[in-house]
């Protein structure tokens, strides 16, 4: 079976055998790249912007195969896996990637990724909301543009959960093919977290397998991690998050049927964006953002939150773009979000409300420099 998607700016063929246990990606990069540039001040540090163009790119195909079990995995062919959740595929990620490359070229092996969704706590504290960075796909897409053949993608249940470090390790080692390991210093495993990336090191030491830890990254002086991210998110901080990432946070999600008073009522036309609800969203308020929509890339506008001048019960997002006359609902898109504007505020008239929304619309364009 094969079957073609469009998604984020590749086309995604999807080729599987009938009752076969994994699926190959072929990530086939068409007409554009998103280029991301920080534009700062001479005085200071901080980004004013960030800009995300198109750039012509030479055709390239990517091939990542992705298994639902350690079991699946080559065993006539040698590979290098990096272990962690990877939520987000941030900066600090990028390096433990680099590795496995690094590290597969060494050996004369496929470069891997172990990892899991969703998160761990949805199974062991089901009350506990773990807002994630990433859908599966996207993830998965990230995974590929990073460059990695092979993702071994885990659902995990009690019965995973409950594995001891001893037995994950033990498993480890009965993988024929594998040569190398490479995760981040602060990598656990095992029930309870028991299981260290030191434990990784000595329990390979005298095998065919090579282990290689990565060491923390910072940014400015802060720790870059996942943790980190959402903190900055839910903060309203884009563009301390962009920094983490290595480029702004984008949802990718449905453009929806909304209220209609953006085009009816107030002369801006929005597009209404659905998202899953395990996602990070910033706060309530308004936001310069760019969207990714039919291969384009388009300055934009966004709110997120219950509109108090119309007392919306639900929570919305819902995004004007500049200079963009087009149907596109029912697409999907993906929204960057590049700063915060102002939180929400309540109106007494629509009238007063479109005066701001023109206010914000221009201190929009001032950041992203358009």
């Known amino acids: 079976m094969s079957d073609v998607r469009s998604c984020k700016g590749k086309a995604v063929r999807t080729e599987s055998k009938d009752l ?5 990606f072929a990530f086939l990069i068409s007409n554009f790249s998103f280029k991301r540039r920080f534009q700062t001040e001479s005085k200071g540090s901080t980004p004013q912007g960030l800009t ?21 995995l080559p065993k006539d062919q040698p590979f290098v896996l990096g ?16 590795e496995v490359k690094r590290l597969a070229k060494e050996k004369g092996a496929q470069p891997g990724v172990l990892t899991f969704y969703p998160h761990p706590m949805k199974v062991l504290a089901p009350d506990i909301h773990v807002p994630l960075l990433q859908s599966i796909d996207e993830k998965m897409d990230a995974l590929a543009a990073q460059g990695m053949a092979l993702a071994v993608c885990i659902r995990p249940d009690e019965t995973f959960l409950a594995k001891s470090a001893e037995d994950f390790l033990g498993e480890l080692a009965r993988l024929p093919g594998l040569v190398g390991l490479v995760t981040g210093e602060n990598f656990s495993f095992g029930h309870g977290g028991l ?3 030191g434990d990784l090191v000595r329990f390979f030491e005298e095998s065919r397998v090579t282990v ?8 400015a002086g802060k720790k870059i991690s996942s943790t980190a991210i959402r903190q900055c998110i839910l903060a309203g901080e884009m563009e301390q998050a962009a920094r983490f ?18 085009h009816d009522v107030l002369g801006f036309p929005t597009a209404n964006l659905a ?13 310069a953002t760019r969207a990714l929509v039919k291969g384009h890339t ?16 639900k929570k919305t997002i819902e995004t004007f773009i500049f200079d963009f006359d087009e149907s596109i609902y029912g697409a999907s898109f993906t929204l960057a979000w590049a700063s915060r504007i102002r939180g929400e505020m309540k109106f007494a008239s629509p009238d007063l409300l479109v005066a701001q929304i023109h206010q914000d619309i221009q201190k929009a364009k001032n950041r992203l420099h358009v």
């Not at 076969?20 to 190959?24: F, G, L, S």
């Not at 609800?277 to 706060?283: A, I, K, S, Y």
């Not at 509109?307 to 019960?313: D, I, L, R, V």
């Open 20 to 24: 076969a246990p994994h699926h190959h």
């Open 52 to 72: 995300l163009s198109p750039e012509p790119l030479n055709l390239t195909s990517i091939i990542m195969t992705i298994l639902p079990t350690l079991h699946d």
């Open 83 to 98: 272990i962690g959740f990877f939520d987000g595929c941030h900066l600090g990620h990028q390096v433990v990637f680099s």
């Open 195 to 197: 299981g260290k990336s």
């Open 212 to 219: 290689r830890i990565v060491s923390l990254r910072e940014n």
């Open 245 to 262: 990432l290595g480029h702004p946070y984008t949802i990718r999600g449905d453009v929806v049927h909304g209220f209609r008073r953006g």
């Open 275 to 287: 998202v899953s609800e395990d996602r990070v969203l910033p706060p309530d308020g308004v936001y």
């Open 298 to 313: 388009f300055p934009a506008i966004t709110n997120i939150g219950n509109n108090p001048t119309f007392g919306n019960a």
